[in-house]
């Protein structure tokens, strides 16, 4: 919920100035979920916000836990029956949430579960802010901590193609009166939209990106993404470095790798070719991740042929980080967001 719904709350109903402090206080700080638990505030106005104000704009369907990692994935209802998925995890000592921005996803990337599902529509920047939202409400009542720390647009959909509606969305969460992340805890990761960064680089200059880039062969990056045929791979570097030029800001190249498809000594070389042709190119930083397979015949990557790939990269003075791949078991690691149908909980 936006905070401008609690200031027209209070004013439509002739309430003292001083309730807007009480009810941002019940939602952004103790996090709850139902009025009927913001205790703090007289049981009539609690009844009137019930009945006037929703928390959060969608419905939770389902929440699920890994057995193996903390990481949590919640089934979004939002209002038009469109469903979506929300992410929670914590990579590190802090917790981050990935969010999605589209109900599906147009693209239609090859390891990509969400693009199998085809594209419903944009989320509005409240519904992208909500999933934020209600995973610091979870993490109050599961007494799993206090704070999410980071938020990355990782979740379904290309945020990039719902380009104004993300950026309120990250307005909204810097907001001090909201959850106050700052901008550089935020991160918006692309398929490579190129004619977006220039835009990016003016409207949030302090927010992270990274490009999912997967391969850095244009023929073989096209038969898997095909958005790299409108965007090729010299596209993407000359608004990358056009990116960097504006903001100063280092870039992160997201590198899913798919044992024995994308990770041979050609590709080792491509890759380490393309980055350092950069103007910039220190500013350039390669996370590598085992691939999930989530569609097609791709089997899984074991950790060795990523530490490989990773010190081959190296010696090409890159840059290099091996994250580790959270949430396989629920389908929530990076592309298996799908909203398959599921018990109830
Ligand atoms: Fe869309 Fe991202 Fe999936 Fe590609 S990887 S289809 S951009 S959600």
Redesign the pocket.
């Known amino acids: 919920m936006q905070v401008e719904k609690i200031k027209n709350f209070v004013k439509a109903n002739n309430l003292p100035l001083f309730r807007i402090g009480q009810i941002k206080r019940a939602v952004y700080e103790s996090g709850v979920a139902d009025w009927d638990k913001a205790t703090a505030l007289p049981a009539a106005l609690r009844a009137q916000l019930k009945k006037d104000l929703k928390i959060l704009s969608f419905d939770v369907a389902d929440i699920r836990s890994s057995r193996r990692d903390p990481v949590y994935k919640a089934l979004l209802r939002l209002e038009d029956g469109a469903k979506i998925e929300t992410v929670l995890l914590r990579p590190g000592k802090t917790w981050s949430v990935c969010v999605s921005s589209q109900a599906g ?1 147009p ?3 090859a390891f ?1 579960a ?2 199998k599902m085809g594209f419903k529509r944009n989320l509005t920047a409240e519904e992208i802010a909500d999933q934020v939202l209600f995973w610091y409400q979870f993490l109050l009542k599961e007494k799993l901590g206090e704070r999410v720390s980071n938020v990355v647009f990782m979740g ?3 945020p990039l193609l719902n380009y104004s509606e993300v950026v309120k969305a990250v307005n909204i969460l810097s907001n001090p009166d909201f959850l106050g992340i700052g901008q550089r805890h935020i991160s918006i990761s692309t ?1 490579g939209v190129a004619d977006k960064f220039a835009k990016l680089a003016q409207d949030l200059p302090q927010a992270n990106l990274a490009l ?1 880039l997967h391969n850095a062969d244009d023929e073989e990056r096209g038969r898997l ?1 095909p958005v790299n045929k409108k965007f090729n791979l010299a596209a993407l570097k000359d608004a990358l470095e056009d990116y960097m030029k504006r903001s100063g800001r280092e870039v992160f190249l997201e590198y899913a790798v798919i044992d024995g498809v994308n990770n041979l000594p050609g590709h080792v070389r491509k890759l380490g070719k393309w980055i350092n042709e950069f103007r910039d190119h220190y500013l350039l930083h390669v996370n590598l991740i085992a691939c999930n397979p989530a569609v097609g015949k791709a089997v899984a990557t074991g950790p060795e042929a990523v530490k490989k790939f990773a010190a081959a990269l190296r010696g090409f003075n890159v840059q290099v980080s091996v994250r580790k791949s959270l949430g396989g078991d629920i389908a929530a690691a990076c ?1 298996q967001l799908a909203c398959e149908n599921r018990r109830k909980k």
């Open positions: 996803c693209l239609g990337c990509c969400t693009g379904m959909g290309e398929a999912s993404m592309g």
